[in-house]
């Protein structure tokens, strides 16, 4: 082979190698400060009753741990959002390898609550499927994150 080809060679694997590194270094940022967002536009504050309702019939109270190392810990709903992850201001402080710092939150709205993947590396599965969007949660069905397992029961 010629000079030229071989220094081509070289500066080619020399410029997938940098993409590789700036990929991990993107990973690991994303994964300790959470995926960057624009800032929301400013909605005009809703007025919300202040007395707590208690759960309706059929909705769920209590988000328990089925597996995992926490397994056994309930958490009571309330009308605030429930966050998931190993950063210590969240809800649910999981000591996982698997979990992101912000991995995932839970919400009730209109009645439901709802799963929301934060943009963690390993994703969240409600049941089987991954979590790609805000979605519903029906009671007694499984949500993943890393090896830990949690569901809503009334």
Do not use: C
Request: proline content about 9%.
């Amino acid at each position: 082979m010629s000079e030229l080809t071989l220094l081509l060679i070289r500066l080619a694997f020399l410029a997938v190698l940098w993409f590789f590194v700036i990929a991990a270094v993107g990973v690991i940022r994303t994964d300790l400060f959470g995926p960057r967002t624009a800032p929301a536009p400013a909605r005009k504050p809703v007025k919300q009753p202040r007395s707590v309702s208690k759960p309706k019939k059929g909705e769920p109270r209590q988000l328990i741990v089925t597996g995992g190392p926490l397994q056994g810990t309930i958490i009571n709903l309330t009308e605030t959002p429930i966050t998931i992850g190993r950063a210590n201001d969240a809800t649910l402080v999981l000591s996982d390898d698997y979990a992101s710092s912000r991995h995932a939150r839970l919400f009730p709205q209109d009645g439901q609550w709802i799963v929301e993947d934060l943009g963690s590396t390993n994703g969240t599965f409600l049941e089987r499927s991954k979590v790609t969007r805000p979605t519903p949660v029906p009671l007694g069905v499984p949500i993943r994150i890393g090896k830990t397992v949690i569901e809503l029961r009334k």
